[in-house]
Every structure is written in structure tokens, then in C-alpha cells.
DNA sequence: GACTAATATGCGTACATGAGCATATGTGTA
DNA sequence: TACACATATGCTCATGTACGCATATTAGTC
């Protein structure tokens, strides 16, 4: 076994501390280039399968180069990942972190909706608390 | 109790179909603002308890007009909320899943990290696998 | 090699946004 | 009211980047 064992994290940005040069940059990038509504429907086109860029923009609605620098963006942080098959290039999500990541976050802007709809209508809840039902 | 009760999603990025209008724009949205070092580094600081602008401004070495700035737009999406304390705002974290959410994409790129390493020396694993060690 | 389909890339433009500076606003005190 | 401290906000400039267009590159077929 390697030397380091523990399961201790380097980067943890909870933790004060445990932030090596350019971690912070690392993090900001991966987040940046989740940050793009025509990358996201990437990733919700590509949740239920591998797909070609030219089936990719048709169904974003994006064009092929953009789609293509789209998915490059994505490649580059390891969030998809490219296989050729012919003439076609077949992405694919690769990092399986990001189910977890999307759900989070879609979690959390629905407590937020829930909240500020609760306001006006405290009768009127988004079902976003699956906990006690 | 109301007539919605499901735990079922309407935003979710996982599922197809189930995007309404705008919520591509919306999670876009949450993730740019977590797309900014500063940002980060402001998250980062506030993550073991509530400080004053001018405390976060020196803590992470921006400008005091930078950091109210960056402070408003993680406000925004409802990262941090802001109290006031006679003359001064007092911010803290207010989406409990942003820690998760750090915790996910540090993992993510620890492992992504430690991939890389292993090509040049198979020997070193950064310890980010918590599973069975 | 010539041709076709699929994908990637170079280039120019438009737009969003972060930083710095000065300054306005707000809050408590004498 | 005058003052001091803390924070917020116009304003301008510089930079990054998404898009559209044309075109280069790659892979397969004849």
C-alpha cells in the first residue's frame, strides 16, 4: 500500500486550512464551467445516455461548434468524457459525482422557491422536504 | 396538511423533462455565483462562523466595496444571509447543502487529482477514497 | 486518391462581469 | 447637528467568453 492511507482530504474547503495553491482557482473552475445554462442541458441531455455532438446540439438547440466547444469545456474538468466511433465523437458523463451535485442543488433552489411562495400562499409547498411525509 | 404532497422534484436536472421554465437559468445562476474565487475564498471563511465585511475583506485579502459585492451575490441565491449589527452587516452561511456541495466537488477533484498522479507514480493515492481503506 | 459525413477550430463581435476608485448611505455617539 | 466608523453603490476600464460564421481536420467509403 502507498504511504498515505488515510482518508483525510487535502482540498476541503469546509476545513480552515487544508487549501494547497490554486485549489480555490480548481474549485472555481469546475463550478464555472457548470455555470452555463447550454452546458447544463449537456449534462441533462447526456444523464440517460452516451450521444453524439450532432444528437447533443439538436437537441439543446445548440449549434455544432458550440456544442462541440460545450462539450470540451466539459471534457476538460472530467465531467464528460469523449469516445470516437466512426466519424462521430460519443460523449458521455464520467464523473458520477454530479448526479449527487445536480440533485443538491436542485434541491436547495426549490426549498428556496418553496420559501418564497410560502410567503404569499403558507398553504402551498414544492413537496422539496422528502423527509416526514 | 397541502395538496401537495409528494416528494417528487420539479426541478430536476436528472430526470428528463422535469425543467420548468427558467430553472436551467436558475441552477446556472447558483452555480456562477460559486464560480468566483473570491467568492469562494468567502464561503470558505465564513464556514466557521459569521463575520463583518471588513473582517471577510482582510480575511481574504480583497477590497471592502469587492468584498460587499461578492457577499450581495452569494446573498442573492441564498448562500449567505445578512444580519445587521449596529454599524455593521454581519454575514453568514444559510444553505446548509453548500457544505455538501464542497465536500462533492472537492472529493470530485481530489480523485480526479489522484488519477492523474497514478499515470506518472502508481504508488501514491491522494487518500481520497473513503470506502474499505 | 476523391468524396462525404461528422467534428473541431480560427476569427471577429457582443456582452457580462470583476476590480479599483471615489463617494453615498447608514448607524451609533458626543 | 456634527462626527466617526462600517457598509453599500455609481462609475469606468479591462478581461473573459459565448456566439455565429467560415473553414480545417478526421474517419470512413467508393
Do not use: W
Not at 474547503?13 to 445554462?37: K, M
Not at 447544463?40 to 445548440?62: I, P, Q
Amino acid at each position: 500500500m502507498s504511504r498515505v492511507n488515510t482518508p483525510q482530504r487535502f482540498i476541503n474547503l469546509r476545513q480552515a486550512g487544508s487549501l494547497p495553491d490554486g485549489a480555490i482557482e480548481l474549485i472555481a473552475r469546475r463550478f464555472a464551467v457548470l455555470s452555463e445554462p447550454a452546458r447544463l442541458r449537456l449534462v441533462h441531455a447526456l444523464f440517460d445516455a452516451e450521444k453524439s455532438v450532432n444528437a447533443l446540439a439538436e437537441e439543446t438547440g445548440s449549434s455544432q461548434p458550440n456544442t462541440s466547444r460545450h462539450l470540451q469545456a466539459l471534457a476538460s474538468v472530467g465531467v464528460v468524457s469523449r469516445r470516437r466511433e466512426g466519424p462521430q465523437s460519443l460523449y458521455s458523463i464520467c464523473d458520477p459525482s454530479i448526479y449527487k451535485l445536480c440533485d443538491l442543488v436542485c434541491g436547495s433552489i426549490e426549498k428556496q422557491l418553496a420559501r418564497q411562495v410560502g410567503v404569499f400562499n403558507p398553504d402551498v409547498r414544492l413537496g422539496a422536504q422528502p423527509r416526514r411525509p
